[in-house]
């Protein structure tokens, strides 16, 4: 098991995604300092390949947050898990060619997401996003959508946004949204 | 004639400097009609634009290619805050190639606004006609036929026609078109009559060489006149600098038509061209928010012409923020982040997509009070838009979201359901007041932007304008803007056709000798 990375001061000082403000700096500052908040995180299936952006610990959270976010066998068989899509892996891809910055930021966020005295302050759960229970999750998911504090609902639309993108992006979850896909034109012909 | 070239990063062995009259920053609506004129004129001209080089042997319609293909940010460009998802070209054509084809002019009483409040000068409807008519025939942009309507669209013209909102079909630019549904991945058959195949092979027939890939970094100036542009090109697999650059020197001028957001963003990063004080200032984004309608029958909104009907009925609301109202293509990936909610809740809403009918209403920003966004970048080139939702807008969207239920109803939608982090379901007629009750605020309810206007606003008078009304720079004699980031306010229908229109007013001036 990895823990997250802790935060630095250089990157506290650098104007980030959860860096708004006092709120988001204290934070940032108290995520990454206090014992509590490097409880292990539970890794959870490989990567499917080299990571280019994200660390092990990074992917995991991911992974476990796009296993509550898309429909997922857990509540109908016949949708494949996020995993299966490998959407954290695409994830992964898609923001290793985001300007550094974005990657930097994302990285933070999914430290903040995992951590578990964020969790204390939001849902009263001092436990590591991936170590809390799937109903668990969801209600840490929703206290995040439901702050009224912004940075925590613009995490959550970070999270939220790119894991459907990369699962209902994939052909495999066509025919279960009743899309037949796209159109048999000469340039591609259906096979 | 000798035709010019394009090139793409990948072809490029070394650092290249060149000579010519004019450089071209993007290769869009603006840069590519701008490109065009000042070629045809005999000036040589180079032109730099950020994206690829993609046609339509590459147009899949898969949006898992599409989006971060030839998209801003790889299709993840937003606020700050990211309570405004931005869909932005970035390819060249620019934004032409992936646009849905909804072909406008310039509203008048947007030029008469322009005119009397933000001291625009000469660009009266009678004095664009010619530009708006040479540009329409050249992209075979016209007026729109009841076959181009899809369920989708059929919906928003049923539901707007019972209540007496008068909808109109929109004009399109597009030949030969097989209503395939795709224009925002790039059309697989070149129907479409984006700058892609259009403007940009001619300029390239008139002998301008086109530079894809390649971003540029910085603009030297030497008094009031700009001396050189750099760029770096783009490795186009890992989206980073290649190592390798350009230097362009253009004798006779610069024009910018890198796209609202993008333009203000290379000017401030390049810390050129801020005399002002205004550059980035008055961003404005038409900020859509939408609205669901679910149907006893198939919609299947993935398909046919994405846009074909419109309804402008609450337009002008007086002293309050007008918006149109337009139907949204449903594709998976673009329905899905829309959508409220994960899990299951979602998942009852994604298995019911093709049942499904998204109008969105586009609040026209920047012509009362509400003074848009403002775009940033500094030195590492990183671009960010903050865009606080205003008192203004979120009226206006209250509105929109109750009149869109209404219409949504009137045409048949057994539910419309809004797009809040905690969604409004509205049955009946009397459960439309329930959305009173809805919250407005950054990333409380879905909101995206296809048009980006704004932040080098044009006028006569240098301290409330960037460029003048001819879109030269105030204090910089050889550099001019042609893209959406001149108009001083939203300009209340899809913009594409209005930027053509001055950018090819402009290029003639700038032809002319400015």
């Known amino acids: 098991m990895i823990a997250p990375e802790p935060l630095t001061p250089h990157a506290l000082a650098r104007r980030s995604l959860v860096k708004k403000g006092m709120v988001g700096g204290a934070l940032l500052f108290v995520g990454g300092a206090l014992p509590i908040a490097l409880r292990a995180t539970r890794l959870g299936p490989e990567p499917r390949g080299p990571l280019k952006l994200l660390s092990r610990s990074e992917h995991a959270v991911f992974s476990a947050i796009a296993a509550r976010v898309v429909p997922g066998p857990a509540a109908d068989p016949t949708w494949p898990s996020a995993e299966a899509l490998d959407c954290a892996g695409k994830v992964d891809a898609l923001l290793a060619r985001a300007h550094p910055s974005i990657g930097r930021e994302f990285k933070q966020l999914l430290t903040l997401f995992e951590n578990g005295l964020v969790g204390l302050l939001i849902q009263l759960a001092p436990t590591p996003f991936t170590r809390l229970s799937p109903t668990d999750q969801d209600t840490r998911l929703e206290h995040w959508r439901d702050s009224r504090i912004v940075i925590f609902r613009t995490g959550y639309q970070a999270v939220v946004r790119l894991a459907h993108a990369t699962y209902f992006s994939s052909p495999e979850v066509y025919p279960l949204m009743g899309y037949p896909g796209p159109p048999e034109v000469p340039a591609f012909p259906l096979r | ?514």
């Open chain 2, 1 to 514: 004639m000798t035709p010019g070239t394009i090139k793409r990063g990948q072809d490029i062995s070394g650092n290249l400097t060149l000579d010519c009259d004019f450089c071209v920053v993007g290769s869009g609506a603006g840069g590519s009609v701008a490109a065009a004129t000042l070629a045809a004129a005999g000036a040589r001209v180079v032109i730099l634009e950020e994206g690829g080089h993609h046609t339509r042997r590459e147009f899949n319609m898969q949006e898992a290619w599409a989006y971060p293909t030839l998209y801003q940010d790889h299709g993840n460009r937003a606020t700050e805050d990211l309570a405004i998802m931005i869909l932005q070209g970035r390819t060249v054509g620019g934004g032409t190639t992936v646009n849905w084809t909804s072909s406008f002019r310039t509203p008048d009483r947007t030029l008469r606004l322009w005119a009397d409040k933000f001291g625009v000068t000469g660009l009266d409807p009678a004095t664009l006609a010619p530009h708006f008519e040479a540009v329409e025939h050249r992209l075979n942009i016209h007026p729109g036929s009841r076959d181009d309507v899809n369920r989708n669209n059929q919906k928003l013209w049923d539901g707007a026609d019972k209540l007496g909102w008068r909808p109109e079909l929109i004009h399109r630019n597009v030949k030969g078109c097989a209503r395939l549904g795709y224009c925002g991945m790039g059309c697989p058959l070149d129907a479409k009559q984006s700058a892609l195949v259009t403007y940009v092979p001619d300029a390239v027939a008139a002998g301008a060489d086109l530079y894809a890939n390649c971003r540029v970094t910085t603009i030297k100036r030497k008094g009031h006149r700009v001396e050189s542009v750099s760029g770096e090109f783009l490795d186009e697999d890992l989206d980073r600098p290649s190592g390798r650059g350009i230097t362009v020197h253009p004798s006779r001028g610069l024009v910018l038509a890198a796209g609202a957001i993008n333009t203000p963003a290379l000017l401030l990063r390049a810390g050129v061209g801020d005399d002002s004080g205004l550059v980035g200032k008055r961003t404005f984004l038409h900020p859509a928010v939408p609205m669901v309608g679910l149907f006893a029958e198939p919609v299947e909104g993935f398909y046919g012409a994405p846009q074909s009907v419109s309804c402008h009925h609450f337009a002008d609301r007086g002293t309050n923020v007008g918006y149109f109202l337009e139907a949204s293509p449903t594709h998976p990936m673009l329905a899905s982040i829309a959508f409220p909610g994960f899990g299951d809740s979602h998942r009852h809403l994604a298995e019911r997509l093709s049942f499904a009918q998204a109008t969105i209403a586009l609040m026209v920003d920047g012509q009362h009070d509400d003074p848009g966004g403002r775009v940033r970048c500094g030195a590492d080139g990183r671009i960010r838009l903050a865009y606080p939702l205003g008192d203004g807008l979120r009226e206006a969207a209250r509105d929109a979201i109750k009149n869109m239920a209404r219409l949504l109803l009137a045409a048949g939608a057994t539910e419309v359901i809004s797009l809040h982090a905690k969604p409004i379901h509205i049955r009946t007629d009397a459960e439309i007041g329930d959305l009173d009750r809805a919250q407005f605020g950054p990333n409380l309810h879905t909101l995206f932007s296809a048009h980006q206007m704004g932040g080098c606003p044009m006028g006569d008078d240098p301290k409330r304008s960037v460029v003048t009304s001819r879109g030269r720079h105030h204090q910089i004699e050889n550099l001019w803007i042609v893209d959406g980031s001149i108009f001083p306010t939203a300009v209340g229908v899809n913009p594409q056709l209005s930027i053509y229109a001055h950018a090819r007013l402009f290029a003639q001036a700038i032809a002319r000798g400015g």
